[in-house]
């Protein structure tokens, strides 16, 4: 599966890609809201998306509404260093939001099956 991974921390960017490198898909980057929809359009073939929650000028929450005002329906999970109860609260109707924290090679996972199994 082709999975965007949105975050404006290079290091932290890096890590989500390798969590889901090592599950067997690929991975484009992109470090923020703009470059996030500069990559949806080069790569038509994206097929879910990762983001930060903060990130500077657009927030996760943010993009994810902008994508789905342009009529893109990816599955997009949400991934937060705070409550994921807050995010979710915020925006109730985001596929998944989790914590980015030491466990995220096994929540990550867990939740992009989760999520592909609702869309399926």
């Not at 983001?51 to 999970?77: A, C, H, T, W, Y």
Request: charged share 20%.
């Amino acid at each position: 599966m082709l999975i965007l991974v949105v975050d404006d921390d290079a290091l932290a960017g890096e890590m989500t890609a390798a969590v889901l490198e090592d599950q067997g898909h690929q991975v484009i980057q992109a470090e923020d809201a703009v470059s996030a929809m500069e990559q949806l359009n080069e790569h038509p073939g994206i097929e879910l998306i990762v983001s930060d929650m903060n990130m500077p000028l657009v927030s996760g929450v943010e993009l994810f509404r902008e994508l789905r005002e342009q009529g893109k329906k990816l599955p997009f999970i949400l991934l937060t260093g705070d409550d994921p109860a807050v995010a979710s609260a915020q925006e109730p109707a985001l596929d998944a939001c989790i914590m980015k924290d030491f466990s995220l090679d096994e929540t990550l996972p867990q939740a992009i099956a989760q999520v592909l199994a609702g869309y399926n």
